[in-house]
């Protein structure tokens, strides 16, 4: 019998525990969103600015390159250095072709191809990790207040606001009945 009880406190934890798990833990996300996508791009529609703008980062996800590191590299630089594509003093460097990046602060991130004159025909890509303090949860925000052409009501609260609003609900629905 204290087995089952036992059992029974201690399983709703186990979920709990496997879903805050399950948000902490960082993801590993493909650059671009595929093999390859580490390239000049051939418009501005293709730029892996765009596809970074669309996703959310978080502290703890690590970014994926897949590229042929013998042409290329990803240099990891500073906001100056991505603005003019100098490659010569990079934060980190990355050659290997199946690099991955923690991404373990808030904030921009800037990275440029270290080919020559990759950079400046568009290989390169700003990535901004949310803060722990807006983590994504799935909960959208309370909407923001419309406009509304009409008298303002005062907010009830308690008790007597609860009765007084199923008083007045009851009265219209009999009113509107007979």
Not at 4 to 16: E, G, H, N, Q, Y
Not at 87 to 94: F, K, L, V
């Amino acid at each position: 019998m204290a087995a089952k009880a036992f059992s029974r406190s201690i399983t709703p934890s186990l979920v709990l525990l496997f879903i805050f798990l399950s948000f902490a833990q960082g993801k590993e996300i493909m650059v671009g969103g595929k093999t390859g996508a580490w390239k000049i791009p051939s418009s501005e529609s293709e730029s892996l600015n765009k596809w970074a703008e669309k996703a959310r980062f978080q502290i703890g996800d690590s970014l994926v390159w897949k590229y042929d590191g013998g042409k290329d590299s990803v240099l990891q630089v500073s906001k100056e250095d991505y603005t003019s594509c100098n490659t010569s003093n990079p934060i980190a460097e990355y050659k290997d072709g199946n690099t991955k990046v923690k991404l373990d602060k808030s904030g921009p991130y800037f990275f440029v191809s270290g080919a020559k004159g990759h950079c400046e025909q568009g290989q390169k890509m700003i990535v901004v990790v949310m803060s722990q303090n807006l983590r994504y949860i799935g909960i959208s925000p309370a909407p923001s207040p419309v406009d509304f052409e009409g008298p303002a009501v005062a907010p009830t609260s308690g008790v007597s606001g609860l009765k007084a609003g199923l008083l007045v609900t009851g009265g219209v629905l009999v009113l509107g009945l007979f």
